[in-house]
């Protein structure tokens, strides 16, 4: 069974610039989550989809980020325009069902200059 | 407001020893906690987990103790190896969120 996917596996922008991220999740799985894990600190949930339909946005700065799940399968998320503290993973995760095993993709580690 | 205290920070131990990792809640509402393990340029990888209705769970040389009335739940990794070298986190669940700890960094020395 596939994992997770994400691409690109690192992005350095500069500030104001914006940037985006995709996830195709593991197949069948219709739970998908985005994080954002600063060094040195635990993964923060930034979004949750269950199908195509946000479960969970609540810690998701909505200014300037925005996430999308078209379909029910693959995710984008977009950084419009980004900061510095934005430097981070973010990683993309899927399960089966909102009570089910998360499966983590690699991650995308952003730098912005 | 952090959900999970996790500690400490970064731990040493020599190969064959045991490794005790901590973590501390508030929301007794939590009704999951799981442990992940992350290598470098990694996603975490689901590790072991246990659900409050029980007090001890143990997977090979991982185990994962659980004090309901005390809020506090840790993983103990016996006869630990090199290969166990990665950042340790901690979580807790209720419904759909996930609150993760700050991580730990387990270096085993060989």
């Known amino acids: 069974e596939a994992g997770v996917a994400q691409s690109p596996r690192y992005k350095i922008i500069e500030k104001r610039q914006s940037v985006a991220f995709w996830c195709n999740p593991i197949?069948?799985?219709?739970?998908l989550y985005w994080y954002q894990q600063i060094l040195g600190q635990g993964p923060k949930l930034l979004i949750q989809?269950?199908?195509?339909?946000?479960?969970?946005d609540s810690q998701l700065p909505k200014d300037r980020f925005s996430a999308e799940r078209l379909k029910g399968v693959d995710s984008t998320l977009k950084i419009q325009p980004a900061k510095l503290e934005d430097s981070a993973v973010y990683l993309c995760?899927?399960?089966?069902?909102?009570?089910?095993?998360?499966?983590f993709g690699p991650g995308t580690r952003l730098t912005v200059l | 407001q952090q959900q999970v205290k996790q500690s400490p920070q970064s731990l040493i131990v020599q190969k064959g020893g045991i490794s005790i990792i901590n973590c501390a809640y508030e929301?007794?509402?939590?009704?999951?906690f799981p442990w992940y393990q992350q290598f470098p340029g990694k996603g975490p990888a689901l590790l072991i987990a246990?659900?409050?209705?029980?007090s001890e769970k143990k997977e090979g040389r991982f185990t994962i103790s659980f004090n309901k009335s005390a809020k506090q739940f840790s993983l103990h990794i016996m006869d630990s190896q090199p290969g166990d070298s990665a950042t340790y986190f901690c979580?807790?669940?209720?419904?759909?969120?996930?609150?993760f700890g700050s991580g730990t960094k387990l270096n085993v020395k060989p």
């Open positions: 995760a899927s399960s089966r069902g909102w009570k089910d095993t998360q499966y």
């Open positions: 197949s069948g799985h219709a739970t």
């Open positions: 989809f269950q199908n195509n339909g946000v479960v969970d």
């Open positions: 929301n007794t509402a939590f009704d999951y």
């Open positions: 246990i659900r409050p209705d029980v």
């Open positions: 979580a807790a669940s209720n419904f759909n969120k996930f609150y």
